[in-house]
């Protein structure tokens, strides 16, 4: 305390300058029009940008809150998508409302799907074998095999699953085999991954009689429990031939950036059981 009034004493002559400008300054503001309106002007701008500054704060505060209550609305979104069109489907079941529906690539194959909102906590694309960690697990109705699924199309499938967190095998992984078709012609086969580019997997062993193009959109086939019919997975980059020309190998441009993933959902098929069981009965 000594030493703080030792301080004002020796540059009082600091703080009385200090206190004769602004005393100075408030009188010219006071008794002369212009140089009032100049001051307010130039406070008005300074508190605007300070106001400005804090709302754009704010926001980018609020914007996980607001992104959490739209991915919600997201996945109830697209399972009321899913009861509408079951129910359409019951009401109309005839084979000119299918192909129309399928036309205009509406039909999805998912009905009794059921959209899990869920965030990556932990995600690698520089591996051969990268895994995604999701912050829902078997607490949140996660399970095994469930397939994940971006706003941009087809993430992967969960491999592991604790009560609070899920592992899942995406396609950029070497262990990854999505079950894909082209989407107007409908030939199928295995999507794979090269380990090299997180931007290209691949469609082998498409026979050389199958009609395509660059550009084709490239869909889940919806043979595999794991995902429904017709979730983009990309399109066709290019192709060359293999197999001593009898087939090719189809580059797939996929629709999802893996280095910027963020909010997903995972797709539970409650019709999968009984199917499982069903086959697994065949094959006994």
């Known amino acids: 305390m000594r030493n703080l009034i030792a301080f004002l004493v020796k540059n009082t002559h600091w703080w009385l300058f200090v206190l004769l400008v602004s005393v100075s300054f408030t009188r010219i503001v006071q008794n002369n ?16 940008n300070v106001y400005g500054i804090s709302s ?4 980018y505060i609020g914007l996980r809150k607001a992104n959490d209550a739209l991915l919600d609305r997201m996945a109830v979104l697209e399972t009321h998508v899913q009861q509408l069109e079951t129910y359409i489907q019951s009401q109309y079941d005839t084979v000119a409302y299918r192909t ?20 990556v906590v932990n995600n690698s694309v520089s591996r051969v074998d990268n895994y995604i960690t999701l912050n829902r697990g078997r607490a949140d109705g996660v399970e095994p095999d469930m397939g994940v699924i ?9 491999s592991l699953v604790s009560d609070h967190y899920a ?22 086969g295995p999507l794979t991954w090269d380990g090299k ?15 395509f193009n660059v550009g084709d959109t490239i869909v889940s086939s919806g043979f595999s429990d794991m995902l429904p019919e017709n979730m983009l997975l990309g399109t066709v980059a290019a ?26 959902l995972i797709i539970g098929n409650e019709s999968k059981k009984e ?8 094959k006994k």
């Open 275 to 282: 199917q499982r069981a069903l086959e697994g009965g065949i």
């Open 167 to 188: 592992v899942v095998i995406p396609i950029l992984n070497s262990k990854s085999f999505i079950s894909c078709k082209i989407l107007h012609t409908n030939h199928f």
């Open 239 to 264: 192709s060359e031939k293999t197999g001593g020309d009898e087939f090719s190998s189809l580059k797939i441009l996929l629709s999802s950036d893996f280095h910027a993933l963020r909010d997903v």
């Open 33 to 48: 029009a212009y140089q009032r309106s100049i001051y307010l002007s130039s406070a008005n701008e300074i508190s605007g």
């Open 100 to 119: 129309m529906l399928e036309r205009s690539e509406l039909y999805s194959g998912s009905a009794g799907c059921v959209f899990i909102p869920a965030r």
């Open 56 to 59: 754009s704060v704010m926001s």
């Open 197 to 211: 580019s997180p931007r290209f997997a691949f469609l082998n062993n498409v026979p050389r009689h199958i009609d």
């Open 150 to 158: 971006a706003p941009t199309g087809v993430i992967g499938v969960v």
